[in-house]
């Protein structure tokens, strides 16, 4: 069983930032690609961010890019989301998932571990 450890939410005020981490312990985190996905309360799952094994792919939502980063530090089996300009409709608990191969996709169908979610709450 693999683990995901998420941590870094909270409450930020529009236009904040914030950076999400999220930890995988184990000796095959560099061989999985990466997703950060989120739901808010009464909807679906929906995608943020993913990242192939070696960051040579990123991709984003359309609703994320340009405001969000996600990077990977193999050395440190850890993935982040930095988020920036965020507004109240970023609200929802964020997740992240791993992807026993190195292709990403935006489907969390096709994600095989999820982490325990991280709140982020967007509000003055």
């Known amino acids: 069983q693999v683990q995901l450890i998420e941590s870094g939410g909270g409450l930020v005020q529009p236009g904040g930032s914030l950076r999400l981490s999220c930890a995988v312990p184990?000796?095959?985190?560099?061989?999985?690609?990466m997703g950060w996905f989120r739901q808010a309360p009464g909807k679906e799952r929906d995608f943020v961010a993913a990242i192939s094994y070696s960051s040579s792919n990123k991709y984003y939502a359309d609703s994320t890019k340009g405001r969000f980063t996600i990077s990977r530090d193999n050395s440190k089996n850890t993935v982040y989301l930095q988020m920036g300009n965020l507004k109240p409709e970023d609200t929802a608990v964020y997740y992240c998932a791993a992807r026993t191969t190195a292709i990403i996709s935006g489907r969390p169908d096709q994600y095989d571990y999820w982490g325990q979610g991280t709140q982020v709450t967007v509000s003055s």
């Open positions: 184990g000796r095959t985190f560099g061989a999985y690609a």
